[in-house]
């Protein structure tokens, strides 16, 4: 291990910043790897992330001295700041869904390594910045929406080998039955590729840190995956013969329930134990070292200044900007793309029933199709007083849009609320008329399925609508309200203030 002057010290610091700008992207991760949710994943390159940086003593860095990298590190972190404020603006409940505060979260990475070590560090630092990208989702969604197909594969896997050992069953899709007419089912929770893909995450930084060749480490990840495949295969096999001939007990269904957490552990042990037959090797401290590098971290922590105050500093804006994430609604991506059966849109529409109880005694539903509702909000017996809303939906995640047709609209100017949901407003000219519209789209859960539904609120100017005073910095938290003006001066919407925005739109979105 190379122990340059001032490498340890800058680790050191880096892995603090990091740590403090992932402080709210940490906090609204589940701690486990689900078998519900391949997504879950993540938490596994979250974590792993922080030994990268440890392992990253491997590398030859030095402490930056390099003013024009200072500032260029600098300026790298004002654009993550740009990008997480536009993003989650635009995106709204989508920006959670996908976890694009992960995504993002590399250049905050790049900003750091940049301050701390250099361009020369950036180069040298450039596999822990490509592993970060995995922290989101996103780049593996083509990969983890076929957890159902690679169901359907494992359930012709088992069925054909049940079959190979003279067991009398038949398949229907992911179901097998047994000659006395029980069945059992090769869910997408019985081999979930969010499973192979942790483990394949959490063998990489320790690839990394083993001295072989790039051809040996990369044979190594492959065979702890094709071990992994095997184990729960297996296991897979082996529930199912025992179900064919003596029936599911509620012994082996309790050990279907955590056996896939012991095969992932036990696959992990194994390829530690594996690694010298791969030729992978830790490098060790020589004698002394550790003193030396003691000592460097100590020199080299006068040496640099305030330089690492800095660093941590920015970190620590990093986790101000972060925080709104623990109010914010989040539903995995995974659990919409749904059919939607005639009892589902009901329930749908009875959902968006519900979201207007403050108003009930006032709303009346005025039509109900396909996949839109309409109603009319009533202010006595005036329907010129009338607020209407239009609310469609779809099984897939959408940000808010407007539903309806306008000759133009002008006046538009966004917000972001506590629970991550960005409520527009726009004046909509439809003829001689001009409308106050405000509109948004927010996560509904019906059945553990989730819809994305787009509500639109339409108001006629000048029939007594104030704009709604209880919308403010206060009431959307602070960090809300920055990043909802760097969205909209970045849009060209100079309109700052809260005019257009109906109270009924407010308080309808703010309590999703």
Known sequence: ????????????????????????????????????????????????????????????????????????????????????????????????????????????????????????????????????????????????????????????????????????????????????????????????????????????????????????????????????????????????????YYGLTQAIALFHLFAGQILFYVAIIVMFLLATKYGLQIARLRKGQLHQIQVDFARWKKAFGVYWIYVIVLGFVGLLFSLPYLHSVYASPTFFYTNLSTIGQNTIYHAIGLSFADFSSNTIKLKEQNYTETLAILNGSNTNNATYVVATYSNIPLPGAMVSGYSKISSAHSFMLRNGIRLTSVVGYSGNQMFDVNYFAAPLNFSSQYVSVNYEFIKLIGSGAPSCTMLTYRSIGLFNYIESLIYNALNGQLDYSNNGVLCTSYTVASHI
């Open 1 to 244: 291990m190379r122990t340059d002057p001032g490498k340890v010290f800058g680790i050191v610091v880096l892995l603090l910043a990091t740590l403090l700008a992932m402080g709210g992207t940490l906090w609204t991760t589940n701690a486990s790897v689900l078998d519900t949710d391949p997504v879950s994943y993540v938490v596994v390159v979250m974590l792993m992330l922080f030994l990268f940086i440890i392992f990253s003593l491997k590398e030859n860095l030095k402490l930056n001295k390099n003013r024009r990298a200072f500032v260029i590190g600098t300026l790298v972190f004002v654009l993550y700041l740009i990008v997480l404020s536009y993003s989650r603006i635009g995106l709204s409940s989508v920006f959670a869904t996908f976890r694009i505060d992960a995504l993002i979260i590399p250049l905050a990475l790049i900003s750091f390594i940049t301050i701390l070590f250099g361009f020369s560090g950036l180069r040298e630092l450039k596999y822990l910045v490509v592993y970060s990208l995995f922290m989101s989702p996103l780049i593996l969604m083509p990969l983890l929406g076929q957890n159902q197909a690679f169901a359907v594969t494992n359930a012709v896997f088992v069925y054909d080998v049940l079959k190979s050992f003279g067991v009398p069953v038949t398949l229907n899709g992911i179901t097998i039955t047994s000659q006395v007419n029980t069945s059992i089912s090769i869910a997408s929770t019985c081999a979930p590729i969010g499973t192979f893909v942790a483990l394949v995450m959490f063998l990489i930084p320790l690839a990394y840190l083993y001295e072989g060749s790039f051809k040996r480490k990369m044979l190594w990840i492959l065979s702890g995956f094709v071990l992994m495949l095997v184990l729960n295969f297996a296991r897979m096999f082996g529930i199912a013969y025992y179900w064919a």
